[in-house]
T-cell receptor, first 113, second 117 residues
Framework: SQKIEQNSEALNIQEGKTATLTCNYTNYSPAYLQWYRQDPGRGPVFLLLIRENEKEKRKERLKVTFDTTLKQSLFHITASQPADSATYLCALAGMDSSYKLIFGSGTRLLVRP | GAVVSQHPSRVICKSGTSVKIECRSL??????MFWYRQFPKKSLMLMATSNEGSKATYEQGVEKDKFLINHASLTLSTLTVTSAHPEDSSFYIC?????????????FGNGTRLTVT
């Protein structure tokens, strides 16, 4: 069955360092992958989308990589700030390539001042 | 732009009653909206796909008679939890895509925290 795995343990880093979050998937051949940020008690907010033919995508301090051979995406936040503290979710389109997005369980990031 | 408004943000109801949750796209039209459910520290679980002018498509294991979805206009979808029970207590979130294509980002409402006593 389709599976998306994100590290369930919180990532705790010092302000200014680079945070790296991992998203692994199995039994998928997604055409694209998305990353979202979710704050407690709020809906997710879209951050970045990367397509299967793109190795890397950047937006300001954010960088996403997509390795379809390893079936893995890495999400980086450089020069992290306490305001970056949140849960980060990766999402893939379902195998039927419909509009549906299937989400990973998310990784909580804590940036210490 | 691309704002999705969800109402109410919190609701407490008694077991056996029904609760309606509204999801509106404020500055765009959404032929398709999605309803998710989220348990504490868990992932968003897709419940159903709401299609304007037609019946919703429910995910496996989701009772369509329990979770009634109506998408009567291009800017409004509603989810009604009928005969709610404590196990229905959860965080319900709706979303929509501006572009309407399968690889476009989703814009989410801020969710509804339902507590059934």
């Amino acid at each position: 069955s389709q599976k998306i795995e994100q590290n369930s343990e919180a990532l705790n880093i010092q302000e200014g360092k680079t945070a790296t979050l991992t998203c692994n998937y199995t039994n998928y051949s997604p055409a694209y992958l998305q990353w979202y940020r979710q704050d407690p008690g709020r809906g997710p907010v879209f951050l970045l989308l990367i397509r299967e033919n793109e190795k890397e995508k950047r937006k300001e301090r954010l960088k996403v990589t997509f390795d379809t051979t390893l079936k893995q995406s890495l999400f980086h936040i450089t020069a992290s700030q306490p305001a970056d503290s949140a849960t980060y979710l990766c999402a893939l389109a379902g195998m039927d390539s419909s509009y549906k997005l299937i989400f990973g369980s998310g990784t909580r990031l804590l940036v210490r001042p | 732009g691309a704002v999705v408004s969800q109402h109410p943000s919190r609701v407490i109801c008694k077991s056996g009653t029904s609760v309606k949750i509204e999801c509106r796209s404020l500055d765009f039209q959404a032929t398709t909206m999605f309803w998710y459910r989220q348990f504490p520290k868990k992932s968003l679980m897709l419940m159903a796909t709401s299609n304007e002018g037609s019946k919703a498509t429910y995910e496996q294991g989701v009772e369509k008679d329990k979770f009634l979805i109506n998408h009567a206009s291009l800017t409004l979808s509603t989810l009604t939890v009928t005969s709610a029970h404590p196990e229905d207590s959860s965080f319900y979130i709706c979303s929509a895509s501006v572009e309407g294509s399968y690889n476009s980002p989703l814009h989410f409402g801020n969710g509804t925290r339902l507590t059934v006593t």
